[in-house]
């Protein structure tokens, strides 16, 4: 299975080097809004051979691109307009911030010495950087890609690609149930049954201040409240990233190495659970595709596994007895109460244990066919 990640890396150049990295990131945005004119013109043009027939010349001369920075504009401007194709989108893309994407061995090298050799408009130059926090994908284990520069707050960063071939373990040392929700981001219960539970009703305050502002703003109907609702869309969904992040850092952590998570399979979730109107845009705009991507690829990076099973029963099911029926379950009070043996705990506990023996009966499969 490969993994791919971002690496990124703080770049620290002189004075002089910074100022060749800023000419070099405004003759790229020049370079991409021309192109992307041009590509409009001539049709929402989104193959790159034809745009880099058109412009290749161009950007040389006229912006000072290096060769490969020429490809890597059309590119991006190809790309672009490939997807606004597919989402049925007929508008000039400008760019607003450039975006300067380098290859590995082209444009972008680690020196013998420790340092980063990267290009600009005139030539080459080398720097030293920092790693702080990403010291795993330096140890000659990875396999680096695409880079692209970022200036933030008047510092560089390169964002760069990096994967690497990982194997699932056949044996795991734990398997464990994860079981997730509004009330409960994650409630985890793991083989050696120690348990887990990350509250959402902080992050349901923080929506729900966002429905009450959007819903403001939205009635104004002026020019700077929609700048405003355009701005906290983006507020808004950079937080549930970062919660998202933190979430699955905490579970990962929790599970250990060389586990097996067991999740529940939520792809069509939205299309088939019922939640009362007043609930609907906090459960609708819940991001549990994203929680699930940030956990597998997490999980990869400790040599663990996400196996992700139906969700039908698992909250109605006993995890005693194993008598189902809807009413086991009482959702206003979240308690699980078995109508044949009087098992009772919290509703979300049962599903992760539910979960959790799911993934030790697969365990147990795998295990005896090997």
Not at 51 to 56: D, E, G, I, N, S
Not at 292 to 320: M, N
Request: proline content about 2%; charged content about 25%.
């Amino acid at each position: 299975m490969e993994l791919v990640v971002t690496a990124k890396i703080r770049l620290l150049p002189t004075e002089a080097q910074h100022l060749q990295l800023v000419e070099t990131m405004q003759a790229m945005k020049q370079a991409l809004n021309f192109a992307s004119k041009v590509a409009y013109e001539h049709h929402l043009l989104s193959s790159f051979k034809k745009l880099q027939v058109l412009v290749y010349r161009d950007l040389r001369e006229l912006f000072g691109l290096k060769s490969q920075m020429a490809c890597n504009v059309c590119t991006i401007v190809a790309g672009v307009y490939a997807s606004m194709k597919s989402n049925g989108e007929r508008t000039l893309a400008v760019f607003k911030k450039p975006k300067l994407q380098y290859s590995y061995n082209r444009d972008y090298s680690f020196t013998k010495d420790g340092q980063m050799s990267i290009g600009t408009l005139n030539k080459r130059i080398k720097m030293p950087f920092l790693t702080k926090g990403q010291e795993r994908y330096f140890d000659g284990s990875w396999e680096f890609g695409t880079g692209t520069l970022v200036y933030k707050k008047g510092k560089f960063y390169l964002h760069v690609a990096a994967k690497k071939v990982i194997h699932p373990p056949s044996v795991y040392q734990h398997v464990v149930g994860v079981d997730m929700g509004m009330r409960f981001l994650v409630t985890a219960v793991d083989s050696r049954n120690r348990h887990l539970f990350i509250k959402g009703n902080p992050i349901q305050s923080v929506k729900a201040r966002y429905v009450r502002l959007r819903k403001e703003l939205q009635q104004r109907n002026t020019k700077s409240a929609k700048r405003k609702l355009k701005k906290i869309a983006g507020q808004e969904n950079r937080f549930m990233t970062n919660v998202n992040h933190c979430v699955s850092k905490a579970l990962v952590q929790f599970a250990g190495k060389h586990s097996l998570l067991v999740l529940e399979d939520l792809t069509d979730i939205n299309d088939t659970v019922c939640v009362r109107k007043k609930d609907r845009y906090v459960r609708f705009t819940w991001a549990f595709a994203q929680l699930r991507s940030f956990i597998e690829y997490k999980a990869r990076l400790h040599d663990s596994h996400v196996l992700a099973v139906p969700p039908a029963y698992t909250s109605q099911q006993c995890p005693t007895c194993g008598f189902t029926h809807k009413n086991n379950r009482k959702k206003q009070i979240h308690t699980f109460i078995c109508g044949a043996c009087g098992y009772t705990s919290n509703d979300d506990r049962v599903g992760a244990l539910n979960l959790r023996q799911k993934g030790i009966e697969y365990h147990h499969g795998v295990t005896a066919q090997a």
